[in-house]
């Protein structure tokens, strides 16, 4: 599929780990989705040193934390303290930032990077993919292992997670996937106030 993102969550990979990743799915650019690029758990993915470690290894890293972060700066984004992602979404910056990356996609294989290891409760996959989804582009989560989950795979898996059945006699799978999409959201989305076991699921570097 032409038309085609990864994604990738650092973890607690070692820098090493991360690139031997990248380079086993042939990824040429890292476009990084967190809003504030710098872990003091993991600080060997700080900006400018995996900017400086992936450029040694011939892959490209651009910062797109303002544009497809989950911390909105944009207050009209924020509800009672906890970002909205539906109203995200909508943002002129956010639309900047996806169509950053379909031109990107143009001259590189990209991988949004993010922090979590699991797509699912990360905004990358609940956010970002959900909106490049709708302009056509599909999207392949590289896991902690290595395999490869596509979009829909992942979809299902959240399906399962959250109760939903995938057959509704009166609900179309797309119907159901909104609710899937919108629980989740609120599950994972940034909140001022102290979070929920719940909101802490997606951590503090997105």
Do not use: W
């Not at 994604?7 to 890292?30: D, Q, W």
């Not at 797509?119 to 290595?146: F, K, N, S, Y």
């Not at 106030?193 to 503090?204: D, F, H, N, T």
């Amino acid at each position: 599929m032409a038309d085609l993102v990864y994604t990738i969550g650092h973890s607690t990979h070692s820098t090493e780990k991360l690139i031997e990743l990248l380079a086993a799915h042939r990824i040429t650019a890292i476009a990084d989705v967190r809003s504030q690029p710098y872990s003091h758990i993991n600080p060997q993915f700080n900006r400018e040193s995996l900017r400086a470690d992936l450029k040694a290894a011939g892959i490209a890293y651009v910062f797109l934390g303002r544009e497809l972060g989950a911390r909105a700066e944009d207050r009209s984004c924020h509800v009672e303290g906890k970002v909205q992602y539906d109203l995200l979404a909508r943002t002129a910056l956010f639309h900047e930032g996806l169509t950053r990356i379909t031109q990107g996609m143009n001259s590189h294989r990209i991988a949004l990077m993010c922090a979590e290891k699991d797509p699912l409760t990360c905004h990358r996959a609940i956010l970002v993919c959900r909106h490049l989804a709708a302009r056509g582009i599909g999207a392949q989560h590289i896991l902690e292992d290595g395999r490869l989950e596509s979009h829909d795979d992942a979809l299902t898996r959240l399906l399962a997670e959250l109760g939903i059945a995938e057959r509704d006699l009166f609900r179309s799978r797309d119907e159901l996937i909104i609710e899937a999409y919108s629980r989740r959201g609120q599950q994972i989305a940034y909140s001022e106030k102290q979070p929920s076991s719940e909101e802490a699921v997606c951590g503090v570097e997105r």
